[in-house]
Structure formats: structure tokens, C-alpha cells
């Protein structure tokens, strides 16, 4: 396809596609579909059951022909419509797909820099990070600013990701045939998704970018509510962790962390276990040796310090060789095979 005017050629020619999830948001999503560059191919509104008839407005309102209706039948929450339209906007034959939230929050004339790591071959999936620059942060509420520190450290652990921040950052971009490999696994369908979707990349050694950019609120309100979702945050993160590890450093992989890991473990609950034991045996007013001591403390330091090598092994762990150059080549032999038996036929 030619290049529209005033459009980079590369941009036009890459094949990018907005997945916009649509769920009351009559009053700002004509806006953001306006505010869409030129060179983005098409746009994927899903109407995730709106109870405000999101999908109604825009088929009755909207006038820029690269937008494609997908109307939910049952509500899917974020997650679910954002997979959806991944799904849509692949068949459809987007390669870059970029998940933009219909009330206008997003700034996109930042999307040729979501899109570039993702282009270059350089990552699997971008995403925006408001944390890179205290000016990025002025507009940000103080309290959304601690909840999103603290949100992204957990993250860090649960996910494997030590190289990214703002992890509930929903500015996102993913190669297609990552997104068509990550549909098939059991992501959060709700507002854990954007870190669920994290730790189901990281699974796949996918390669993960933050791409700086500041924050922008408006009028808009959130359907997230923090008082309802912080247990079911903190428990999931803890899952995940659970999960990761086990995975990562029992099932598909062994690394010298794996040992740090197990005798790390065993010798930290080792001497706690013997000084539990020793104060709950020990007559009244007796003071403990220096050999128990000993026997207490030195299990434990040095069980601390396997603990801390194996995070360090972790920290440098990240995925650094992007996938999805296998998974298009994968695809291409598919693709290629299915033809030939189609001619032989």
C-alpha cells in the first residue's frame, strides 16, 4: 500500500492496527478515533457488551472507514475484549497491534515510538512507562503515583520482567503472532490483564520494552475501584511468583539459581526451625551458647545469601532475543505446507 501523505513509508507499510476495548465510552471515543495517524492501517472497536451502547454509537457516528465494529455478545472485561480485537485485527491481517483505551487518555502521538522497538526487531511487546521522568509525572495523583510503584515491583517479581515499570500501563503494542500465541494461554480477563498478559509473555521468553511517555488524565472516570481489587492483586502476584519460579527454574529450564533456590530455602527454614525449637525447650532465664547460636545464625545468613544470589540470577535473566522472527517463519512454513496439500488435493 502507498503511503498517505505526510506519512512515514516504513509506518505505512508496517501493518498496524489500534484494538480499542469499548466499554462507556460514548463520550470520548470518536475523539481518539480522530486523533488516530494517518498510517495506521485500521481500528478495531470492540463493544464489550456495553451497557451504554458504545458499539450502537460508534456504528451510528463514526465516519473514518478503516474502523471495524466487533460487537461481544457477554461482557469480557478488558482482557477479554482486548484479546478479542487482537484476534480480529490479526485476521485481518495487522502484524503490529496496538491496545489504545477508548476515554481518550492516551496520548498517540507517541505510538510511532510504541511501535518502533516492535518494527526494529528489537522486542516482542512495548509498552508505555510514565515513570522514566518526574515531568512525566505532574499530571499523575499522588495516589495513583504509590500505587503504581508499589503495583510495579510486585510485578517485577511475579513476572520475571526486572526491566520494566508501570506495569498496569494499557498502552501497549504486540507483534501478531506473539498475540495469536499468548490468546491461547489463560490470561486475566479483567483489570489484572495487562500484568497477567506480562507474566504469560514472560512464559514465552518474549522480549519486553518500556517506551517513555508522561501521563494525561481528563474527565474521565475509572471503572477500577483500589479497595475492591487489592486482595485479589496482592493474591495473584503471589500465584504468579509461585508459578514463574517453579516453572522457570524446575520444569523448563535448570540454572545454578535452581540450586541457590533449594538450598537457599533450606537452609533459612533450617535455622529458624532449630531456634524455634531451642526457645521453645530451653528452661526459664537460660541464656543460649555460643554453639547455639551459631547453630541458629550461620544456617540463616547463609541461606539468605543463596536467596539473594539466585534474585540476582533472576534480575539478569530477563529475555533479551526477541521471538516472534521464529514465530513468522513458523508461520510462513505452515502456511506454505497447507498450500502445497491444497494443490495436491
Known sequence: MSAPDGADPALAAAGVWLVIPCYRVVDHILTVIARAPPWVEGIVCVDDACPAGSGDFIAA???????????????????????????????????????????????????????????????????????TSLNHLQSMPGVRVFGNAGLSFLAKVSTGYWNVFDPTNGFTAIEASVARLVAQKKVARRFFFETDLLYHLGTLRAVVRDVPMPARYGDEESNLKITQVVGSFAWRHLRNFVRRVLGQYFVRDFHIATLELVFGASFLAFGGAYALHWIAVREPGQAASAGVVMMAALPVIIGVQLLLQAMNFDVFNVPTRPIHPYLRTLERIEADAEAAQREDA
Open 61 to 131: 457516528n463514526n465516519t473514518d472507514p478503516r474502523v471495524r465494529l466487533l460487537r461481544l455478545a457477554e461482557n469480557q472485561g478488558v482482557g477479554g475484549a482486548t484479546l478479542a480485537g487482537y484476534e480480529e485485527a490479526a485476521r485481518l491481517g495487522g502484524r503490529i497491534l496496538v491496545k489504545v483505551d477508548g476515554d481518550d487518555q492516551m496520548d498517540l502521538t507517541y505510538l510511532p515510538q510504541l511501535v518502533a522497538p516492535i518494527l526494529l526487531g528489537e522486542a516482542d511487546y512495548a509498552k508505555g512507562n510514565r515513570f
